[in-house]
């Protein structure tokens, strides 16, 4: 999944302005949730069957990461 300036927002802004998030995701299939300035949470669009495959590898590769 690539990841791009335009689908990331603040848990503290998702927080205040779920339809924006929920506009993200709309526009984008996705939208990335980050906490303390690291990736925390990410809503995505169910109907979109490669945005979901993707998003499972990306988090997949995140946990290998962090388990590091």
Not at 12 to 30: L, P
Not at 52 to 58: G, I, K, P
């Amino acid at each position: 999944m690539k990841i791009d300036a335009k689908t990331i927002i603040s848990v503290t802004d998702a927080n205040q302005n779920f339809s924006k998030v929920a506009k993200m995701v709309d526009e984008n299939g996705h939208a990335l949730i980050f906490k303390r300035n690291q990736p925390k949470y990410m809503m995505l669009d169910v109907n979109n069957s490669k945005v979901l495959d993707s998003a499972v590898r990306q988090i997949k590769e995140w946990q290998k990461s962090s388990d590091s």
